[in-house]
């Protein structure tokens, strides 16, 4: 258990130096993009990276997303020479909303 949170923690720093500096997509900077976490099965096959965008508009953070889940394959590559583990997991990017959920309770709090 201890191995795969070390492998998680491992892998959010990476995943985050690669998406602020590897990606040359002018797409994937103009938001403020943040990896959250990353979830990995206990056998090491998929790894599911928790995502937070932060931009004012809905459809640009579609897309935003959408530009990082088609970089993917780059962004596994990439990780190949950085981690050192036997057998590098899958990939799976989620949208994490739970800033935008907390700043929705934040201000039905405030109005009450």
Not at 12 to 20: G, N
Not at 80 to 104: E, H, N, V
Request: net charge positive.
């Amino acid at each position: 258990m201890i191995r795969i949170e070390r492998v998680n923690s491992e892998m959010q720093k990476q995943i985050a130096f690669i998406l602020d500096n590897g990606l040359k997509n002018p797409l994937i900077k103009s938001g403020m993009l943040t990896v959250t976490r990353v979830k990995t099965t206990p056998d090491l096959k998929y790894a599911k990276v928790f995502l937070s965008i932060f931009c004012l508009d809905e459809d640009q953070k579609k897309e935003i997303f959408k530009a990082v889940e088609g970089a993917a394959g780059f962004i596994r590559n990439q990780l190949k020479g950085t981690m050192k583990i036997r057998a590098l997991p899958d990939l799976q990017f989620t949208l994490d909303d739970s800033i935008d959920y907390s700043i929705r309770i934040d201000k039905i709090l405030k109005s009450l």
